[in-house]
């Protein structure tokens, strides 16, 4: 079975000589991949059970790291409120790009966190970043009185599994890779942070990387001069910077948990619509409604009762209330679930028929309307609703039940 998968045409099994390839995909028992590009190109080759959308797991997995943020008191102490780049998963020639930026501009902090860190690499990033100190000798040296956040502009990162914490720190984040033949690493970890995200011409395999590109919340440089054109005016305008970091949070989390299941979200939105419960809206006519909100979409798995009176999983379609506004806390932070009640399965339903049965008995012609918004009525009885349905015009009737009261 092959999770969270993605196809392109340039690869050996969409090619006229890579039948062998192509058989190595039958052994497969199941597809679930990540866009309907990727089930096209399988469906082409022959390939059409047990294909399935399942989406990018990797947007709710970020999203859980980022939630459970510890601080690292080393890196506060260096960043120093001031601006800070944080730079992830750089090669040789990903810093080549940033070093000149870096030199021209101490005032910013810039962190470095080199994909290789033998003893070769990390001295190659000494020799560029000329005021640089590696995380190990800061730390081992951090309380002596020569060593500062002032002293050093530049931390070169020496140890593994840290780096998608230093994102939460910096002002602007640049993802490595993207000078190489296999691009850039994950995006994902800087943007879910709400940072701008930079990184190299190379990225188009990777679709959140397109994604982000698209919507506007990170930029593709292609060599020293473009870096420094696009990191000096993110770095001198705080308004740029925050609306790219704000576009790149919100990306990740739009693609949390519907991204899982986008035919089952389409089918829930189009039900929606259908029944009137929706309006939809072009989005060139909705950015135009002054103080607008958007905030992303989701499916929530929850509970139900059938007619039989069995209790069954139910997907709804709903807002994402995880999703943190520009305040930084979400609907679901200000919840208090100790005082939450359970659900009793099927006691509305059961008073809203008895209270139907009877209010038919007595006016068996008359057309019976029930709304949630007098549904406070039912709880203290349906003498007020009675009095209501006995104003109704006497050409506002029928003689029969409606199906659904």
């Not at 340039?10 to 866009?35: P, T």
């Amino acid at each position: 079975m092959l999770i969270a998968g993605i196809f392109r045409k340039d690869q050996l099994f969409f090619k006229w000589y890579g039948r062998f390839y192509k058989n190595l995909l039958h052994c497969f028992s199941a597809f679930f991949v990540q866009d309907q590009h990727s089930q096209s190109l399988l469906h082409s080759i022959g390939i059409n059970n047990e294909v399935y959308l399942g989406g990018d797991t990797r947007f709710d997995r970020v999203i859980e790291i980022a939630k459970a943020f510890l601080p690292i008191d080393p890196i506060a102490h260096f960043c120093n409120n001031s601006l800070v780049l944080v730079a992830g998963s750089t090669w040789f020639q990903d810093d080549e790009t940033i070093a000149h930026f870096e030199k021209a501009n101490p005032h910013i902090k810039f962190i470095i966190a080199p994909h290789d860190i033998t003893n070769q690499r990390l001295q190659n990033c000494l020799t560029l970043y000329k005021n640089a100190v590696l995380y190990s000798d800061y730390v081992q040296h951090l309380n002596e009185p020569n060593v500062g956040p002032q002293k050093f502009n530049t931390l070169i990162i020496d140890n593994v599994g840290m780096l998608s914490k230093l994102y939460h720190y910096a002002s602007v984040s640049y993802i490595g890779g993207g000078f190489g033949a296999d691009g850039i690493h994950n995006c994902l970890e800087a943007a879910v942070h709400y940072k701008p995200v930079l990184f190299g011409p190379v990225y188009d395999k990777y679709i959140e990387a397109v994604g982000l590109v698209e919507a506007g919340g990170a930029v593709s440089i292609n060599d020293a001069l473009d870096f420094e054109s696009v990191a000096k005016n993110l770095c001198s305008n705080e308004v740029s910077r925050h609306e790219m970091g704000q576009i790149a949070g919100d990306f990740v989390h739009a693609h949390k948990g519907a991204s899982a299941k986008p035919e089952l979200l389409k089918k829930l939105i189009a039900k929606d619509v259908n029944y009137g419960y929706s309006l939809p809206l072009l989005l060139d006519h909705v950015t135009s409604i002054p103080g607008l909100i958007l905030a992303p979409m989701n499916i929530m798995a929850q509970n139900t009762i059938d007619e039989l009176g069995r209790i069954v999983p139910k997907d709804r379609l709903t807002h994402d209330q995880s999703w943190e506004w520009s305040s930084g806390t979400s609907v679901n932070s200000h919840i208090q679930r100790e005082l939450l009640q359970a659900t009793r399965y099927g006691f509305c339903i059961r008073r809203i028929i008895s209270w139907a049965v009877a209010t038919r008995r007595k006016y068996p012609e008359h057309i019976i309307l029930v709304t949630k918004s007098i549904t406070n009525l039912l709880t203290g009885g349906g003498r007020s609703i009675t009095r209501w349905l006995s104003k109704l015009k006497p050409n506002y009737r029928r003689s029969k039940l409606p199906s659904s009261p």
